[in-house]
Structure formats: structure tokens, C-alpha cells
């Protein structure tokens, strides 16, 4: 006798209910904590890369104290004009040209580290204080800062505060950081606005609530609580419980070297808990809508099924043996179906949050790269090891012109913040890139940089056409053949919008095919022995900042050389900024 096929066995209404609400309930659980996961992880690298930027920051500026202290330390001990000055009248002729000279040093000093900074000398004996640099504070605060240095002079309690140390004094409501640096009876002094030192630090994406700021040693802000997009925010505001849930804040703090103040960053990212917060209400909304839909079947049975039942126990006995008729019974596919498109809807869900984080990801790993760009110290000492070699062989003029190029190199590159430049500068720039290289390479190389008339005028991102200039000197200029390089800009009209073209060409042995290959085919080159990172990175940048619209095209010229041709259309009307 064979054996009954197992019937599937069937379930009530009330089992489904049950099931339908413990798996919304774990998915909401579930979705809860793997969000908090992730907007934790997310912080920490954000907090982490802004930490590394704002030790990168302090590394920075501590070498510039301690170049500036070393400077004015020197310049008291050796320095001729402040012993003229010391044995003469002010009013003679003798100190006058001693000052005007020793003016004339300082102001090279303020050109490297900026306008911001402002030297001054004191001497007790002649109760003078002299003004070294362009001064750029009030007069009213020069008084101010007389007055303070007479009395740090003759109160040594005081004075102990302040001794070659960088302290913050405040200036008629103004705060500012200051050095003194002694010799004997003669004093140094080094001056800058505490808002003009963490200015660097303003440009940088905190948060929309977010600052960074300046502390001194009692714990109060000297600096004005400034965000990234240059509006003021009360550092001491209340919060509520809902708005410190949607905005928790962190505090990153790092210390400078010899300096009685330090550095406090507010991190405030309210836009991955305002995601959080949506996701968890669209969970909510589900399991709203599946307890009223668990509520609708239990009335549906009650005043549908029921008394369906109950007609179907009644067809009974219009049987022939009087049995009950055997009535097949659903197991409710809808909502089977229904449950299925809806975990659907949570995994699009979560796809489409991790792609929101990975691009904010990216666009810091884009920030970051460019900043990298940006520090190059192996440039810097090849300039300072060319000028000391010039200075060797007292090639006066050279040194002077090396300088100048350098100096003017560097600023470009550090007070450079903009998305968009004029054209006009990024090419000085380069000219000057150029004329330090000759310097190294002499007539290894020769240049030439072609701009058309239509062409003035426009605008384009900083630094890009260095990188491509970059890689002509490192890869086509050698000791054996003299290499050409040839930069030409115009205007042409494609795709129904004008564009502007630009052409960089050199004579060297041009692009390998391999990574030609790569970049026609769009994919990022090996850049483990930390090569070719300023071509994937400017191609990043330029694909952010044009939306797609920007085209680069590499190859090989018919006698070999390396060819990169630029189509760049005008800048947005917006542009997009790149944030941390």
C-alpha cells in the first residue's frame, strides 16, 4: 500500500500576523544598528583625516616659529644695525639709516610667511619701539601692544609669561599671539592676529555647525568661531535633545610646540544622522503600515472568513454522504510577494546609503591627494640646494632671480583656495615652474607657451596644467638631447558650447602604450610606488568640477613624444566645492 502524499500543512491568519511583525521588527532593529555602524566608522575616518590635516597644519606653523624665533634671536646677537641703533640718538642720521636698513631685512622675512605677520624692536634704554614691517593693525592697538611690552619689560613676573614663548595678548578687544625674544637690554618682537593663524583652518568642512578655533591656556576662544562656509556659530549654544541627537559633535584638539595655546576643531556632520533618521522612518512607516495591514486581515477574517466558513459548514449537507466539502484554503501569496518587495526596498535602501557615503569618501580622498599635490618638500629643498650652489659661486644676479621664481612658485601654491583661476595666472605660474627648472636642467629642455586672443580671460582649476608639465620634465627631459615642450591655448565651439582647448606636447619618449591603454580606457593607473598620482587625481578633479562635461585625451605624437589635449567648458555657474 503506498503511503498518502504530506499534505503542505496550513496556517491561520493569525501566525502570518505574528510572522509579518517579527521581521519588521528585526529589520528595524537590524537597519538601526547596522546604521549606527556605519555613520560611527564613517566619523572616525572623517575625524581621523581631519585630524591628519590639522597635525599637518601645526607641523607647519611650528616650523615657521621656530624659523621666525631663531630669525629675531640672530638678528638681536649679530646684526650691526641693532648695535648702531643701541649707541645712537633716534634721532641721529646714523640710526635712521640703520633702521631703514634693518627694515628693509624684516620686510624679506614678512614676504615668505606673509603680510600677516609683524616685527617689532624695543629698547628699554631709549624707551623707543620700532616698527619693522608694513604694520596691518590699528593704531590704537600699537599703543596698546607699547604699553604691554613696557610693562612685561619692567614686571618680571610678567615677563616670565611671554619669554621667547608664543603667547596670545590681547590688543583693545583683539587677540593676537606674540614672541619677545631678549638681548640684553633689547627686545624682539613677533606678532600675528589669531584670526589671520587659523584662517587655513576655516576652509576646511567641519560640519554645517562645525569651527575651528584658537584656545588659550585658561580655555577660552581667542579666535572667532567661523565655519567652512564663513558664517559665525555660537560655540556655547544649548541643544536640544533631538538636535544633539541629529548633530552629535566631536572635538579634535592639537597642540603646537612652544606656544602656551592650541588648536580645537568642532566636528559637527549632521548629514549622516538626517540620512539615518530618514532611513529609520521609512522602517517605521513599513511596520506601521504592516500592523495596520495585520489589523485589516484580523477584520477581514472576523466579518468575511468567518461567516464564510460557517456557509461552507452549511454546504454540508448537500452532499450526497453528508461530509463537509473539502474547501482549499490559501496560504496568502500577497503577502508573501509584498514581503519580498519590500526587503527589496530595504537592500535598495541600504545600496543607495552606502553610495552616498562612499562619495563623500571619495571626495575627501580627492581633497586630500590635491593638498598632497600641493606640499612638495623634494621641490622646495632642489630650490633651496640650487641657490646655495649659485651662492658658492656668487652668481648674484641668479640667486636673486631664483629666489623671486621660488617665492612666487610657493605662494601661488599655498594662498591658492579657489576651484577656478584666470587662465592668464595658472600660465605665469607655469612660466615660472619652467624658468626654476632651467635653472636645474640649463639646456636640457626649451619651452614654449602659446595663448590665443579668444582664449584671455577665462577661467580653469588650479594647478592642473602643472601636473601634466610635471610629468614632460620628469619623464621626457634628459641629459642627452634637448627636449621641447609646447604649451598652446584656444578657443573652439563642440557640442554646441564653446570650449576651451588646451595642447601640452614634448619630444621625449612619450606615454608607454600600457598606460595608454589604461587611460583611454578610463581605468586608474598603478600608482603603488606612489607614481602617476597626480594624473588620476587631476582627472578626478577635473571630472568633479565640470560634471562629466570636461575631456582629456592622451597619446603619442608622430615622432613619439607624449600629447595631452584639455577640453574644458566654462566653469558652472555654481561651483561645486570639494569638502571633507
Given at each position: 500500500?503506498?503511503?498518502?502524499?504530506?499534505?503542505?500543512?496550513?496556517?491561520?491568519?493569525?501566525?502570518?500576523?505574528?510572522?509579518?511583525?517579527?521581521?519588521?521588527?528585526?529589520?528595524?532593529?537590524?537597519?538601526?544598528?547596522?546604521s549606527?555602524?556605519?555613520?560611527?566608522?564613517?566619523?572616525?575616518?572623517?575625524t581621523?583625516?581631519?585630524?591628519?590635516?590639522?597635525d599637518?597644519?601645526?607641523?607647519?606653523?611650528?616650523?615657521?616659529?621656530?624659523?621666525?624665533?631663531?630669525?629675531?634671536?640672530?638678528?638681536?646677537?649679530?646684526?650691526?644695525?641693532?648695535?648702531?641703533?643701541?649707541?645712537?640718538?633716534?634721532?641721529?642720521?646714523?640710526?635712521?639709516?640703520?633702521?631703514?636698513?634693518?627694515?628693509?631685512?624684516?620686510?624679506?622675512?614678512?614676504?615668505?610667511?606673509?603680510?600677516?605677520?609683524?616685527?617689532?624692536?624695543?629698547?628699554?634704554?631709549?624707551?623707543?619701539?620700532?616698527?619693522?614691517?608694513?604694520?596691518?593693525?590699528?593704531?590704537?592697538?600699537?599703543?596698546?601692544?607699547?604699553?604691554?611690552?613696557i610693562?612685561?619689560?619692567?614686571?618680571?613676573?610678567?615677563?616670565d609669561?611671554?619669554?621667547?614663548?608664543?603667547?596670545?595678548?590681547?590688543?583693545?578687544?583683539?587677540?593676537?599671539?606674540i614672541?619677545?625674544?631678549?638681548?640684553?637690554?633689547?627686545?624682539?618682537?613677533?606678532?600675528?592676529?589669531?584670526?589671520?593663524?587659523?584662517?587655513?583652518?576655516?576652509?576646511?568642512?567641519?560640519?554645517?555647525?562645525?569651527?575651528?578655533?584658537?584656545?588659550?591656556?585658561?580655555?577660552?576662544?581667542?579666535?572667532?568661531?567661523?565655519?567652512?562656509?564663513?558664517?559665525?556659530?555660537?560655540?556655547?549654544?544649548?541643544?536640544?535633545?533631538?538636535?544633539?541627537?541629529?548633530?552629535?559633535?566631536?572635538?579634535?584638539?592639537?597642540?603646537?610646540?612652544?606656544?602656551?595655546?592650541?588648536?580645537?576643531?568642532?566636528?559637527?556632520?549632521?548629514?549622516?544622522?538626517?540620512?539615518?533618521?530618514?532611513?529609520?522612518?521609512?522602517?517605521?512607516?513599513?511596520?506601521?503600515?504592516?500592523?495596520?495591514?495585520?489589523?485589516?486581515?484580523?477584520?477581514?477574517?472576523?466579518?468575511?472568513?468567518?461567516?464564510?466558513?460557517?456557509?461552507?459548514y452549511?454546504l454540508?449537507?448537500?452532499?450526497?454522504?453528508?461530509?463537509?466539502?473539502?474547501?482549499?484554503?490559501?496560504?496568502?501569496?500577497?503577502?508573501?510577494?509584498?514581503?519580498?518587495?519590500?526587503?527589496?526596498?530595504?537592500?535598495?535602501?541600504?545600496?543607495?546609503?552606502?553610495?552616498?557615503?562612499?562619495?563623500?569618501?571619495?571626495?575627501?580622498?580627492?581633497?586630500?591627494?590635491?593638498?598632497?599635490?600641493?606640499?612638495k618638500?623634494?621641490?622646495?629643498?632642489?630650490?633651496?640646494?640650487?641657490?646655495?650652489?649659485?651662492?658658492?659661486?656668487?652668481?648674484?644676479?641668479?640667486?636673486?632671480?631664483?629666489?623671486?621664481?621660488?617665492?612666487?612658485?610657493?605662494?601661488?601654491?599655498?594662498?591658492?583656495?579657489?576651484?577656478?583661476?584666470?587662465?592668464?595666472?595658472?600660465?605665469?605660474?607655469?612660466?615660472?615652474?619652467?624658468?626654476?627648472?632651467?635653472?636645474?636642467?640649463?639646456?636640457?629642455f626649451?619651452?614654449?607657451?602659446?595663448?590665443?586672443?579668444?582664449s584671455?580671460?577665462?577661467?580653469?582649476?588650479?594647478l592642473?596644467?602643472?601636473?601634466?608639465?610635471?610629468?614632460?620634465?620628469?619623464?621626457?627631459?634628459?641629459?642627452?638631447?634637448?627636449?621641447?615642450?609646447?604649451?598652446?591655448?584656444?578657443?573652439?565651439?563642440?557640442?554646441?558650447q564653446?570650449?576651451?582647448?588646451?595642447?601640452?606636447?614634448?619630444?621625449?619618449?612619450?606615454?608607454?602604450?600600457?598606460?595608454?591603454?589604461?587611460?583611454?580606457?578610463?581605468?586608474?593607473?598603478?600608482?603603488?610606488?606612489?607614481?602617476?598620482?597626480?594624473?588620476?587625481?587631476?582627472?578626478?578633479?577635473?571630472?568633479?568640477?565640470?560634471?562629466?562635461?570636461?575631456?582629456?585625451?592622451?597619446?603619442?605624437?608622430?615622432?613619439?613624444?607624449?600629447?595631452?589635449?584639455?577640453?574644458?567648458?566654462?566653469?558652472?555657474?555654481?561651483?561645486?566645492?570639494?569638502?571633507?
Amino acid at each position: 500500500m503506498m503511503a498518502k502524499p504530506a499534505e503542505n500543512k496550513l496556517y491561520s491568519i493569525q501566525h502570518y500576523v505574528k510572522i509579518m511583525l517579527f521581521i519588521s521588527f528585526s529589520a528595524l532593529v537590524l537597519d538601526f544598528a547596522i546604521s549606527i555602524t556605519s555613520i560611527t566608522i564613517v566619523k572616525q575616518q572623517s575625524t581621523r583625516s581631519l585630524q591628519d590635516t590639522a597635525d599637518l597644519y601645526i607641523n607647519q606653523i611650528n616650523k615657521d616659529f621656530n624659523y621666525i624665533n631663531h630669525f629675531m634671536g640672530w638678528t638681536l646677537a649679530n646684526d650691526e644695525n641693532v648695535e648702531i641703533m643701541q649707541k645712537n640718538d633716534i634721532n641721529s642720521t646714523k640710526f635712521i639709516k640703520a633702521n631703514s636698513d634693518l627694515f628693509k631685512r624684516v620686510v624679506e622675512l614678512q614676504k615668505i610667511y606673509g603680510p600677516d605677520y609683524n616685527f617689532f624692536l624695543y629698547f628699554n634704554k631709549l624707551d623707543f619701539m620700532s616698527n619693522f614691517t608694513p604694520m596691518n593693525m590699528k593704531y590704537t592697538e600699537y599703543q596698546s601692544l607699547k604699553n604691554q611690552i613696557i610693562k612685561m619689560v619692567n614686571d618680571r613676573s610678567i615677563y616670565d609669561q611671554y619669554y621667547s614663548n608664543w603667547s596670545t595678548i590681547d590688543l583693545m578687544g583683539t587677540y593676537y599671539v606674540i614672541n619677545i625674544v631678549p638681548y640684553h637690554d633689547t627686545y624682539m618682537i613677533g606678532l600675528i592676529s589669531a584670526d589671520d593663524l587659523i584662517l587655513p583652518l576655516h576652509q576646511l568642512n567641519l560640519g554645517e555647525n562645525g569651527f575651528a578655533s584658537l584656545v588659550d591656556e585658561k580655555g577660552v576662544r581667542i579666535t572667532s568661531p567661523i565655519s567652512s562656509k564663513g558664517t559665525v556659530v555660537s560655540g556655547d549654544e544649548a541643544h536640544s535633545i533631538v538636535s544633539d541627537f541629529m548633530h552629535t559633535r566631536t572635538t579634535v584638539n592639537a597642540d603646537f610646540t612652544n606656544a602656551s595655546f592650541y588648536v580645537e576643531l568642532i566636528i559637527q556632520f549632521g548629514a549622516f544622522e538626517k540620512i539615518m533618521i530618514a532611513q529609520l522612518l521609512i522602517i517605521l512607516l513599513a511596520v506601521i503600515i504592516a500592523c495596520n495591514l495585520s489589523f485589516i486581515l484580523i477584520y477581514f477574517k472576523k466579518k468575511v472568513l468567518t461567516p464564510i466558513k460557517s456557509f461552507s459548514y452549511n454546504l454540508t449537507f448537500w452532499t450526497g454522504d453528508g461530509e463537509p466539502l473539502d474547501v482549499e484554503s490559501s496560504k496568502i501569496f500577497e503577502l508573501e510577494k509584498a514581503n519580498k518587495q519590500f526587503l527589496t526596498l530595504v537592500t535598495q535602501i541600504k545600496k543607495y546609503k552606502i553610495d552616498i557615503y562612499e562619495r563623500e569618501l571619495e571626495k575627501q580622498r580627492i581633497q586630500l591627494n590635491f593638498m598632497k599635490l600641493q606640499i612638495k618638500p623634494h621641490f622646495f629643498l632642489n630650490c633651496l640646494t640650487s641657490i646655495y650652489s649659485m651662492a658658492q659661486m656668487q652668481m648674484h644676479e641668479e640667486i636673486e632671480q631664483m629666489s623671486l621664481s621660488t617665492s612666487k612658485y610657493f605662494r601661488y601654491i599655498f594662498q591658492n583656495d579657489q576651484d577656478f583661476v584666470r587662465l592668464e595666472d595658472e600660465l605665469e605660474h607655469i612660466r615660472i615652474y619652467l624658468d626654476i627648472q632651467k635653472h636645474r636642467y640649463r639646456d636640457a629642455f626649451v619651452y614654449q607657451i602659446r595663448q590665443s586672443d579668444p582664449s584671455r580671460g577665462v577661467k580653469i582649476p588650479p594647478l592642473v596644467l602643472q601636473t601634466f608639465i610635471e610629468n614632460a620634465i620628469k619623464y621626457a627631459v634628459s641629459r642627452e638631447t634637448q627636449v621641447q615642450i609646447a604649451l598652446t591655448v584656444d578657443r573652439q565651439f563642440m557640442d554646441e558650447q564653446f570650449m576651451t582647448v588646451i595642447r601640452i606636447t614634448d619630444t621625449g619618449p612619450g606615454f608607454p602604450q600600457q598606460e595608454l591603454e589604461q587611460l583611454a580606457a578610463g581605468q586608474p593607473l598603478d600608482q603603488t610606488s606612489g607614481t602617476h598620482i597626480g594624473i588620476t587625481n587631476t582627472v578626478q578633479r577635473l571630472e568633479f568640477l565640470y560634471q562629466n562635461k570636461a575631456i582629456v585625451h592622451f597619446s603619442n605624437t608622430a615622432q613619439g613624444g607624449a600629447s595631452v589635449v584639455l577640453w574644458l567648458p566654462d566653469p558652472p555657474a555654481e561651483p561645486l566645492r570639494m569638502e571633507a
